[in-house]
């Protein structure tokens, strides 16, 4: 008994693990439709209908299972699919928003590839699957779509299992054979035309974007009542197709009608009546016409001298296409192109029909018809016919257009249970797959030719003989015409010999089939892209319906095909799309690299649209036909409207840095990459206008760096400089930064480029020294100065420095700069030394232009450090108030009371200095007369608040503007100088004109117009016989105060207000 329980439990243990052996040896099929309903059906026809189905993560795409032979191994088959395309390129960052950049640079801008936020449950789906399988079988349409579908279902499957092995399932219809023989012949994917795709998609991206921006956005203030909610898309197919329905519209309403005559012979019998042609047609003038009607009138005898019997055929159709498909259900059926397709798609899906997109209409020889017509034997309709066909065997007729991917669409089994224009397509499909497959109708044509007065005139008939294909396809017509029996040589009298006139009668207007044909005819899009297209153009309004189904264009779609027409860029014209189609079918059969035709495509549609937008207001006025008077641009819209070409690569980040104009006035180059990258360079208050020159910098590297032409406000700029000036903002123009003050300080963090060292920035020319308290300033590079520094006590000793760095040791002794000797009016000593006492907070300050100088140097070790001889931290104020937002460096330790704002722009700082040089640049904080301020520029006595050029510049480092005191009072009259901003966006400068010149010539200290010295204290004034400033009178009248009497702002007498005015 123990023995044969432990061989039982030995026995289900070897079961159990041949089993997981069996398992294990199972492999793993993901296979991936385009559409749930083909997953379905493929699993249904595969599985032989025994399949079972479990959730996704999309509700909308299920997951079918069953266990298969693929490979010559036993696999279990994972069905799941996709919803069509999985993912998308489009813009990244800034470059999404209409108002993100400028519209041309779109032509330039990063995109990428990523899956949809809609499709993101169907990528989960997919990598879950993924990850536990070991083979992956794209099932999508063969088309070129299809094709590109596929990779991004490769790509999202390797990411998360790279080992797996890829095949493509390439079939025409879902039947068992078909499957079958799919199955069994399972290649690689196309990456060329995947390629193909990927190039269209990015063009069409790039373009349509970019004129729709500017379509949109200019149209929209151009004519504000019309086209203020419109969207005024563009699209490099979309516009031909456009274009062919305003031609031809435009050809019947410009068609001038021509009157012509004719002469018509009439001859009745018992037969009937009927009309003979006259062998010259028709004359347009009206003298040659009567003569020969008055020849024939003289003698109008007839006689037969030719009869001719011949037999005529009337072709049964090709096998159908897309196109055909599309153009026989828009005229037959009265079904539009876009409703076709999306039938069609079902058909196939549901197995009906085989796949709706070919350019095919030839049967491949292999193909084995009888089986197919077979089908359709059943139906009460057509069933006899296609029993008939069955008698002689199916001959289609052949074409000569092949893709070598799908035959033609052609049915697949017999249904009668569709209803609606599901079943209307279907029996089209069907009825031309029948007339097909059958014979020519022939009939027997007699033709019969009579002379009058050596005049010929004919006439023919027909007789039908067999009507074959016509007794199952009703959609062709062909009837039958009597004519009376003639001899040859019989004459006879005709019954009526008239002179007839007539108008010659212009083109009808296309209808949705005629498009197609033209459209396939000129090579835009493709047989599956031209119901979109002409879907495109209805919807935004660019063409209608007439009552007859004729296509009509509207004001707004003929206004847009003249406007371009007459900038000479014929957009609307075919040749641009259908020339790079055609380079498409050779990158698709791998003869041109997809690289050169992207990059050769995009810079030729980017050069039109540059020049169109130069030119957009022929575009105004060709709308202006149909909108009314156009508004005019303002001349801020219209600079904003020009195009900004990219001046160089961010040195931060990559993007495009462009010239822009400022909300406040004035100009910027700014990086397209904002906010996500803040790099730009404000252009000086003197620079009136900034555009871009088409001259490469050949110093600045990496390039290229375009070159700038900037024009200055008049007397802006030093004597004998020129007002207009060609530079270079990528550092190595030394002009821009030394003389005009731009402030180059966004190549800081560059640290690709070369050409640093020659960024060195200066600041309006100026730049303060600072001595004292063993921090000597930089001396910048062109102020004249040694790089050394003397101690005022010792001739011997010096501080050797480098330009461009900051001594790091806190020296204790006196350091003197170039600005002048410390001391007091009588010239005594009175710098800086170890035995005084230690200074206030901001007397540690780091003057803005050694940080300028530092930060732009060459060396990549340079730092703020402090009073103590550390690294400094910096920090962003958080409180409320002018300076939120404002970043600053302070002491890391807290050791000492260092302060200096981040900010590298010297003039937006507050001036400080001692008397004579007692300031920074001088010997120290001292008492001190008259004499040099501590800002240095070369330029003796220019006051501390203006630029290089001597104009006043308050604290947004903004030219300041002059006004006068209009309020009554003391002051009334009297000028002063203020923030040229907006009164809520101001600064607070403010400056009296008449004390301007006397702050020039002093040396003025933190809150007096003495040092911080033994000589004098601070706050205080020792400068006697000086003229007194505005504060100083307004000590002196708090002293003597009077009060003011009431005035009225009405009537300005005193005694009374406003409210009690009498002349109110």
Known sequence: MFLFHTRSLLGKKFCNVHLTIMARRVTRVLNVAEKNDAAKSLADVMSGGHFSRREGYSRFNKIYEWDFNLLNQNCKMVMTSVSGHLSNYDFVGTYKKWHGCDPVMLFDAPIEKKVMPDFQDIKRTLEREARQCKILVIWTDGDREGENIGYEIIDTCLEVNHRLEVYRARFSEITPRSIANTCRNLGPPNRNVSEAVDVRQELDLRTGAAFTRFQTLRLKKVFPEVLADSLISFGSCQFPTLGFVVDRYKQVKNFIPETFYKIKVTHTTDDGSVDFNWKRHRLFDHTACLVFYQICMENPLATVIEIKTKPKSKWRPLPMDTVEMEKLASRKLRITAKETMKIAEKLYTQGYISYPRTETNMFPKELDLRPLVEHQTVDPNWGAFAAGILQHGPNPRQGRKTDNAHPPIHPIKHTNGLSGNDGRVYELIVRHFLACCSQDAQGSETSVEIDIAEERFSIQGLMIIARNYLDVYPYDKWYAKVIPVYQQGEQFQPTAIEMVDGETSPPPLLTEADLISLMDKHGIGTDATHADHIDTIKSRNY??????????????????????????????????????????????????????????????????????????????????????????????????????????????????????????????????????????????????????????????????????????????????????????????????????????????????????????????????????????????????????????????????????????????????????????????????????????????????????????????????????????????????????????????????????????????????????????????????????????????????????????????????????????????????????????????????????????????????????????????????????????????????????????SICHQEGHTKRSCPQR
């Open 543 to 1048: 063409v209608g319906l007439t009552s007859d189904s004729r296509l009509v264009p509207g004001e707004l779609g003929i206004g847009l095909v003249d406007g371009y027409n007459n900038m000479g860029y014929e957009l609307a014209k075919p040749d641009l799309r259908a020339a790079f189609e055609s380079e498409l079918v050779e990158v698709c059969e791998g003869r041109k690299d997809k690289d050169t035709v992207r990059r050769e495509q995009v810079e030729k549609y980017k050069r039109v649209f540059i020049e169109a937008v130069q030119k957009a207001t022929r575009l105004d006025e060709a709308l202006s036909e149909y909108f009314g008077t156009a508004q005019a641009y303002t001349a801020d819209e219209t600079q904003q409207s020009h195009v900004s070409l990219p001046v160089r690569s961010c040195p931060r980040c990559g993007n495009p840095m462009v010239i822009k104009t400022k909300k406040d006035g004035g100009f910027m180059m700014s990086c397209t990459g904002y906010p996500d990258c803040k790099a730009a360079v404000w252009f000086p208050p003197s620079v009136e206008h900034a555009s871009l020159e088409n001259i490469t910098c050949t110093e600045c590297q990496p390039g290229p760096i375009q070159k700038v032409k900037f024009k200055f406000k008049r007397g802006s700029v030093p004597p004998g400089f020129p007002n207009e000036y060609i530079g270079c903002l990528g550092g190595c123009d030394s002009t821009l930064t030394q003389e005009l003050g731009f402030n180059l300080s966004y190549l800081r963090n560059d640290t690709s480029t070369g050409n640093r060292s020659g960024a060195t920035q200066r600041n309006s020319g100026q730049t303060r020294q600072q001595g004292g308290r063993g921090r000597p300033g930089p001396v910048s590079q062109d102020s004249g100065y040694g790089s050394s520094y003397t101690n005022s006590n010792s001739t011997n000793s010096t501080v050797s420095r480098t330009p461009g760095f900051l001594p790091t040791g806190r020296q204790r002794t006196n350091q003197r700069g170039p600005g002048g000797s410390g001391g007091s009016s009588g010239g005594s000593h009175t710098g800086w030394n170890g035995s005084e006492p230690a200074t206030p907070s901001w007397n540690n300050r780091q003057p803005l232009g050694s940080v300028t100088s530092m930060l732009n140097s060459g060396s990549a070790d340079n730092a703020i450090v402090c009073n103590c001889g550390n690294d400094a931290r910096i920090l962003t104020v958080r409180k409320d108030g002018p300076n939120c937002g404002r970043q600053f460096y302070k002491c890391a330790g807290g050791g000492c009371d260092f302060f200096l704002w981040a900010e590298s722009d010297a003039d937006s700082a507050p001036s400080g200095g001692g008397g004579d040089g007692g300031g920074f640049g001088g010997g120290g904080f001292g008492g001190g007369s008259s004499g040099g301020t501590g800002w240095t520029n070369g330029n003796e006595g220019q006051r501390p608040n203006s630029n290089v050029w001597g104009e006043v510049v308050c604290k947004c480092n903004q030219a300041a503007v002059k006004r006068t005191v209009q309020k009554e009072g003391q002051n009334k009259g009297r000028e002063f100088w203020t923030c040229p901003k907006p009164r809520e966006s101001q600064c607070g400068f403010f400056e009296w004109v008449d004390d301007a010149g006397s702050s020039a010539g002093t040396s003025t200290g933190y809150g007096g117009n003495s040092g911080f010295g033994r000589n004098a204290s601070f706050g205080g004034n020792t400068n006697r016989g000086q003229k007194k400033n505005w504060q100083d009178r307004q000590n002196e009248n708090m002293g003597n105060p009077k009060k003011r009497k009431i005035t009225c």
